[in-house]
């Protein structure tokens, strides 16, 4: 089983909501990633999470709020966007200390801030 | 800052035809992988290599790593409409410990017409 879940698949919120995407892996791995993608653009990293405690946050601005309750789950807080974050927001999974680093990718939240 | 680049950025063919997607760095990876993405949902991966010189084939698609590591191809043979996607390359120099960032290729977006 490769898969990783997201949920919900589609979000519209305002800019005062407060809202969370989920992100769900039963593949045993113990990193967990969030990223964003612009419209044709490559995806870019957000935060890691290694063995549940954060490893990488690419100065992300605080409205954006990641949480790691166990070695399955994956959340993404969101408080106060701006239209400028509506974008498709993808989490991923993989082993720590392999050498190959693949990376299994969820089907991804499609945010609309409005 | 390691960079991949893929080339090209945009292809538009025909059905049946053949094409050569390349990606280029001047830093050496120790593994690379290739994804393909449809508009809205997650990449998924197609393959990964590890071995200067590595050949590997998935139905019409081979992938190439180059003998010093910094550079990959993917070729398609007879092109079908279910072809059409973004294909990303991706890299994972080691930065930390146990943890390691992707770095994507700036995507060639294909296009397969029937």
């Known amino acids: 089983d490769t898969e990783v879940t997201q949920t919900p698949k589609h979000l519209v919120m305002g800019m005062t909501n407060k809202k969370s995407l989920k992100c769900e892996q039963h593949m045993g791995h113990r990193a967990m990633y969030w990223y964003k993608q612009k419209a044709k653009k490559p995806p870019e990293l957000m935060f890691v999470y290694s063995y549940e405690k954060l490893s990488i946050n690419e100065s992300v601005p605080s409205r954006f709020s990641p949480e790691c309750p166990n070695s399955s789950l994956l959340n993404l807080h969101l408080h106060a966007l701006q239209p400028e974050d509506s974008a498709l927001y993808l989490c991923?999974?993989?082993?720590?200390?392999?050498?190959?680093?693949?990376?299994?990718f969820g089907p991804g939240t499609r945010l609309t801030v409005t | 800052t390691q960079l991949l680049e893929q080339s090209p950025q945009f292809l538009s063919i025909q059905e049946g035809e053949n094409l050569t997607v390349y990606c280029n760095s001047s830093?050496?990876?120790?593994?690379l992988q290739w994804y393909r993405q449809e508009p809205g949902e997650g990449p998924v991966l197609l393959v990964t290599v590890v071995t200067g010189g590595e050949v590997k084939k998935l139905k019409r698609l081979t992938f190439q790593f180059g003998d010093a590591r910094k550079d990959s191809s993917l070729h398609i043979t007879a092109a079908q409409p279910g072809d059409t996607g973004l294909y990303l390359c991706?890299?994972?120099?080691?930065?930390?410990?146990?943890?390691?960032?992707?770095?994507f290729g700036t995507g060639t977006r294909l296009k397969v017409l029937a």
């Open positions: 991706a890299g994972a120099p080691r930065i930390t410990s146990g943890t390691y960032k992707y770095i």
């Open positions: 830093s050496v990876f120790s593994s």
């Open positions: 991923a999974s993989s082993h720590v200390g392999q050498k190959t680093y693949e990376q299994y």
